[in-house]
């Protein structure tokens, strides 16, 4: 290959290899976890042994933490992350065997030969760990503005607007990890990704009834194969206050931090 165009190539992050696997280069690395486990340590290795890696990814978090500056090379990928409840560990954090409390994951990630974004500026390698812990990655230039799922925003707003209906909760940290532990039904059962839609869901389960869901016109909104982006939060919000009312009457207490 002439040296020229290798070196365009590598400037633009994606160099194809003699052969034919993709090599991404000088890449930002950045980590979003969606699960309800504080991160301690998360890596990202290709089949040569060579990765990425960095450091506590707390409940929500990621946006805007970036780790530098790694190059990973083909199409099959191995993402080991180590973690622990932020709950329980803030209980026994003065215990002498407190690994006992963390846990490793450990799974493969499939990531087809991807374009470089267009644009200028660095290039992020995303790594985004989901409820379920399947992980996915992804390209992009932008560092604000990725997160899939807005477990922290929803958490702001929940304790900016609804602190007075959040039951038992002393601090928007206690929020956090119930929202987290809420997302893995609202998007593990229900897909809920808007912001506005998981704004209206975690606000129905934390100050209205934690089996709201289960009311049957509700329940249709949800469950709806076609679902818009934003449907359900409109559907939330049109309801009266009347039916609010009957809602938490007849509905089970709503969350509390243990979820």
């Known amino acids: 290959m002439p040296k020229m165009l290798m070196a365009v190539l590598m400037s633009a992050g994606l160099l194809a290899g003699c052969d034919g696997e993709p090599t991404y280069g000088g890449m930002n690395f950045v980590v979003f976890n969606y699960t309800q486990f504080d991160i301690d340590t998360v890596a990202l290795t290709d089949k040569r042994g060579k990765g990425a890696f960095t450091m506590q990814v707390s409940v929500g978090g990621g946006e805007g933490s970036v780790a530098c500056c790694y190059t990973l090379k083909g199409t099959e990928f191995t993402a080991k992350w180590r973690a622990a409840d932020p709950e329980i560990l803030g209980q026994h954090l003065y215990d002498k065997n407190i690994e006992q409390y963390f846990f490793t994951r450990e799974t493969t990630v499939n990531f087809p030969a991807t374009e470089i974004p267009r644009g200028d500026g660095p290039v992020y390698l995303e790594l985004h760990i989901y409820p379920d812990e399947h992980v996915e990655m992804a390209l992009s230039r932008k560092?604000?503005?990725?997160?899939?799922?807005?477990?922290?925003?929803?958490?702001?707003?929940?304790?900016?607007?609804?602190?007075?209906?959040?039951t038992g909760f002393d601090n928007p940290y206690e929020v956090l990890h119930a929202v987290a532990h809420v997302t893995r039904t609202s998007w593990g059962k229900y897909r809920i990704e808007d912001a506005a839609d998981m704004r209206e869901y975690m606000k129905m389960y934390f100050t209205v009834a934690a089996n709201f869901d289960q009311d049957p016109a509700i329940k249709s909104v949800l469950e709806k194969k076609d679902r818009q982006p934003g449907e359900f939060a409109r559907a939330i919000e049109s309801l009266p206050p009347a039916r609010i009312a009957a809602l938490k009457h007849a509905g089970s207490v709503p969350g509390d931090k243990n979820g």
């Open 143 to 166: 560092l604000l503005g990725d997160t899939r799922l807005p477990i922290v925003e929803t958490t702001r707003w929940l304790w900016r607007e609804h602190k007075d209906a959040l």
